[in-house]
């Protein structure tokens, strides 16, 4: 089984910067994409941010500039470098991996990480 834990998350003030990471455990092939998602109270979960295996990268509008994604392929990592956050970034982050497994034939699959508060007070 594959797992994904996830550190990093607290409690900022508004302006102030948090790191996110995400580390891939088990036994799969390799990881294709990896990514950020989060959930507010009462709001759909959404995409923040999303990175291939080659390093290509992809941002939801509203955190352009202030946050970067990041991987390490050989350690099976993701990070989320989060600066100038304000209150609207308040939610829960999960991180998402698209791994590859191989058996008989290779498959890819989604796994979750179980989320980290981020809180970021005005």
């Known amino acids: 089984q594959v797992q994904l834990v996830e550190s990093g998350g607290g409690l900022v003030q508004a302006g102030g910067s948090l790191r996110l990471s995400c580390a891939a455990s088990g036994r799969f092939f390799s990881i294709n994409r990896m990514g950020w998602y989060r959930q507010a109270p009462g709001k759909q979960r959404e995409l923040v941010a999303a990175?291939?295996?080659?390093?290509?990268?992809n941002y939801i509008d509203s955190v352009k500039g202030r946050f970067t994604i990041s991987r390490d392929n050989a350690k099976n990592t993701v990070s989320l470098q989060m600066n100038s956050l304000k209150p609207e970034d308040t939610a829960v982050y999960y991180c998402?991996?698209?791994?590859?497994?191989?058996?008989?034939?290779?498959?890819?699959?989604?796994?979750w990480g179980q989320g980290t508060q981020v809180t970021v007070s005005s």
């Open positions: 990175i291939t295996r080659g390093g290509s990268t």
């Open positions: 998402n991996a698209d791994v590859v497994s191989c058996a008989v034939i290779c498959s890819s699959n989604d796994y």
